[in-house]
């Protein structure tokens, strides 16, 4: 093999398949890249046989061929090299050279057949999501993904079709959140996309249009010139329809006192991460916590609620970092439940800037 590529092309593409190898296993030969010559394009792809990352860049191919490298490595070689293009060069004894001007080195390569990758058919085309799509859903869902769950179904963003929006759904045992996209075709989907490749797809395709298609057991997104996929978590996803209905009475706060609010909260409880506070809804809506170690504190926001009092103890950390969601609105509706026991009530937050978004946090009980 014989090629000349622009270098940062290179660098780009090492960078997401070192995403997907594996940093330990007990297979090694999984820590490295796949490169093979396709025409005039130079075709790298990784896999952990749970994910397959493939990506193709722009070559000049004097010679085909193909070679397995030491995907970390290779990225800590070429990424400090300072020349716009580098040289590869592979010899029969599987050495795999690499210059840049003045400088060559080189690095022990493999067999390419003792890596096979794993290509399931294409499934069915779901949706497309352009880059700030994809960042607003990894924001708006992927914190709320369960991540230590014991059930695997609550620990991936589900993805469904369901009238006519493509819905998608984070959650774990105390918060929820769902974010709604007009639906792109009539093809149903239903299928989870476990958090950590959820978070890997967010930063491959963080630049390029993606085209995202599933069968449910299948996961696989491409933009032009790069392929992901990954398994979907096989499990059915729960029925959480019944906590995410309109709650009857809202209160309107301002967002900006909301997250003051809950940083001094915060300061007051060290930043535990299983603080509770108690939030009250009547004519005004009250924050107040305590700690042994450190004293309580209490504070009053302005808002508008018209309803019963309610009162319901909330995990600080939980509540302020769905509060830290909303914090390019300038106002969150707070909306429960009337008549039932505050201990049970699901607290539903949502934004008229936020469209088709809903979180949920479950209350929890005050023990002090």
Known sequence: MKVEVRRLDLVDALKNCVLIAPKSCTDPILHNVKIVTENDRLSIGVTDYEQYYSESIVADVTEPGEILVNASKLYAIVRKMRTDTISI????????????????????????????MIDFKKPPFVFSLEPKELKDLFDKTFPFIGQNESRRNLMGLHMETRDGYHVFTGADAFRIAELKKI???????????????????????????????????????????QVYQSRAIEAEF????????????????????????????????????????????????????QKLEFGEGKTEIDCDYEGPEFAAGINIKFFSGIVSVFKKAEEIKIGVAAGSKSDEVPIMMISEAYDNYKTIIMPVKIKW
């Open 183 to 225: 639906g792109q075709n009539e093809y149903k989907c239903n299928a989870i996309l476990p958090g950590p490749s959820f978070a890997n797809v967010a930063k491959i395709f963080s630049r390029d249009i993606s085209y995202w298609h599933t069968d449910g057991v299948n996961i696989k997104i491409n933009s032009e010139n």
């Open 238 to 289: 729960p029925n959480l329809q019944r906590l995410l209905n309109p709650k009857e009475c809202e209160a309107t706060a301002k967002t900006k006192d909301l997250i003051d609010a809950f940083d001094m909260m915060k300061v007051i409880t060290e930043s535990d991460a299983n603080t509770v506070a108690k939030i009250t809804l009547n004519s005004a809506l009250s924050l107040e916590s």
């Open 89 to 116: 060069e592979v010899t029969p004894q599987n050495w795999f050279y690499i210059t840049s001007g003045k400088l060559k080195t080189r690095i022990p390569g493999a067999n390419p057949e003792l890596l096979s």
